[in-house]
């Protein structure tokens, strides 16, 4: 699927195929977004395409004053577009000039079945030769645009780890392509394919990145791999804003991605999201003390103090492993605002402690756990905390036992009246996760199924909420789990006084909500009330920050 944005003062409308060759010309292109194999590419929408492509839409994006969107179904085309394009330059030109921004996602598509693996298709140095033809499109469109006299402002291509070409490698002539754009690029996300980084080389010296200011590089799958292109961007990129940065979460010192110093400062850095194990965590200790701008943080660094399995002993071992570790200092993060601890280790260095310090005094309004509830009462310092989500339980974690609440529920119930100033509640309670099968020894299957989420959980969850709160908002989700019955939507539980909506997020997501009148609750359901902000950080629509109900 191809997608072309396209800015301009006009209402959102769909245009179908055989309007196409008649647009007027005052749709000019802004952007070019590529869903699929990544070998289709096309331009100004008047050009006439030909009767051969088929399943062609031209929709507005709903997030975005004047954006539209053109949906190509087949992808096999991409020469024959790119040449009308190129045609289209020629006769009137001026089309090149005008692409701002290019948006490659890679599908979650089916293994093509005329493709057939090697016995070196799953080997370290295995190069799948399928992306080396998908790339040659993008790479004629960026130095198209480049002999243009123009350059780019954003560029996207993530890769998925499990996408069919994920052993893939983009030739040099890429890279080298979109390096010309890099003085002009605003907004950089690149994922790299299996140990496609350690085969790439780090962009020429000169190539810099003034005017960068988003920046998100997954490198998940660089194991083992040199990190020098990702070390060269860092240090050539002194105006960032945002810095999502995604790395190999395995704790073998050869696994771990290699020279990448953290030996950087971003002055400017607002947002700052890190996922991977904590390889030379004495260094990056030191580069977070450094982020004082720093208003929202994914901490999602893991790092256990352990000996090594005796197996393990002989293999090249963390330098710094045996270094006593740098604990948060008080002064860093002076201006925090939103924290999400991603990870599951015990932090003798980042705990909850630490970042609920009260001698750091950080002004704190949300919180997300995504890993380990210990240490949660440590939350207790966060007198100006008005969102707390739970994201890292399940089902189970909440559904009382006989006579006894859960180790979460008991967690809850203890740090809920000390939080006064909390206005939301989000638990995961998530079921599917916990569904398996199995085959017995008469080659019968069992499955187990775990009951998804339902009015009892909910009903038990609402029972947790001490009567003086001041929660405003509650959010449950469980992708398993029914509507709620219009039985109970009429005829709703009794709710804390404070308690004005409920999200229950699970085969639909629905918000109520709720209306009380004469002692009794009715749940109606409505809109989210808050105005969601509109690209700030060009934030994702599974930006965590983004999924609350209420404004703070």
């Known amino acids: 699927m191809l997608a072309v944005a396209f800015r301009g003062c006009f209402r959102p409308r769909t245009v179908p195929y055989s309007a196409l060759p008649h647009m ?27 009767e051969t492509v088929q399943g062609t839409s031209v ?39 005008k692409i701002q921004s290019i948006d490659i996602v890679d599908p979650e598509s089916q293994e093509d079945p005329n493709f057939q693996k090697s016995d070196n298709y799953f080997k370290r140095s295995h ?15 960026l130095n198209y645009i480049t002999l243009a006299s123009h350059s780019l402002s954003s560029f996207t291509w993530t890769s998925p780890y499990d996408w069919p070409m994920k052993y893939g490698q983009r030739p040099p002539s890429f890279w080298t392509a979109l390096w010309a754009h890099a003085r002009t690029l605003s907004d950089l996300h690149i994922g790299f394919y299996e140990h496609e980084l350690g085969r790439t080389a780090p962009p020429p010296p000169d190539v810099t990145f003034p005017a960068l200011t988003n920046l998100r590089i997954d490198a998940s799958t660089a194991h083992g791999d040199n990190g020098q292109l990702v070390e060269h961007i860092f240090k050539n990129s002194p105006n960032l804003e945002r810095l999502d940065f995604v790395y190999p979460g395995c704790d073998l010192y050869t696994c771990q991605i290699q020279n990448i110093t953290w030996d950087y400062d971003f002055p400017h850095l607002k947002r700052l999201e890190v996922r991977g194990w904590d390889f030379n965590r004495r260094t990056f200790a030191h580069f977070l003390t450094r982020c004082s701008n720093v208003e929202v943080f994914t901490d999602g660094v893991d790092y256990i103090h352990s000996t090594p399995e005796p197996e393990f002993q002989s293999k090249p071992q963390d330098p710094e492993a045996v270094l006593p570790p740098v604990p948060l200092p008080v002064t860093a993060f002076p201006n925090l605002r939103a924290l999400c601890m991603n990870t599951f280790s015990r932090s003798e260095t980042r705990n909850l402690y630490h970042w609920f310090d009260p001698q750091a005094a950080r002004p704190i309004q949300h919180v997300m756990l995504g890993g380990s509830l210990s240490n949660m009462q440590a939350i207790a310092n966060g007198k100006q905390l008005k969102v707390l989500e739970v994201r890292s339980t399940n089902i189970k974690d909440w559904r009382p036992t006989p006579g006894a609440l859960s180790y979460a529920a008991s967690e809850l119930v203890t740090l809920l009246p000390k939080l006064p100033s909390l206005q939301e509640l989000a638990l995961g309670m998530d079921s599917g996760c916990l569904n398996y099968s199995y085959r017995n020894d008469d080659g ?25 709160t001041q929660i405003r908002a509650l959010r449950l989700w469980d ?22 909506y409920i999200s229950w997020e699970g085969k639909e997501k629905r918000l109520y909500r709720l209306e009380k009148m004469e002692g009794t609750v009715r749940a109606v359901e409505c809109e989210v009330p808050r105005q969601r902000r509109q690209n700030e950080w060009r934030t994702e629509d599974d930006d965590w920050l983004e999924d609350r109900i209420l404004d703070y």
């Not at 009903?459 to 909420?465: A, D, F, G, Q, R």
């Open 127 to 141: 190069v799948d030769p399928r992306l080396t033809t998908y790339c040659a499109p993008i790479t004629s469109l």
């Open 24 to 50: 007027s010309r005052q749709y000019k292109l802004r952007c070019i977004s590529i869903v699929g194999p990544p070998k289709m590419v096309t331009a100004d929408l008047s050009v006439a395409l030909p």
């Open 444 to 468: 019968s299957e069992e499955v187990v199924v775990v009951p998804p989420m339902n009015v009892d959980d909910l009903k038990h969850v609402i029972s947790l909420l001490p009567p003086s």
């Open 479 to 500: 992708t398993q789990a029914d509507a709620l019955p219009q039985s109970l939507l009429d005829d709703f539980y009794a709710v804390p006084a404070s308690l004005e």
């Open 59 to 97: 929709t507005r994006e709903l997030d975005g004053p004047g954006w539209y969107h053109a949906k190509i179904a087949h992808p096999e085309h991409t020469q024959v577009l790119l040449d009308h394009v190129l045609e289209k330059e020629k006769t009137t030109g001026g089309i090149l000039s």
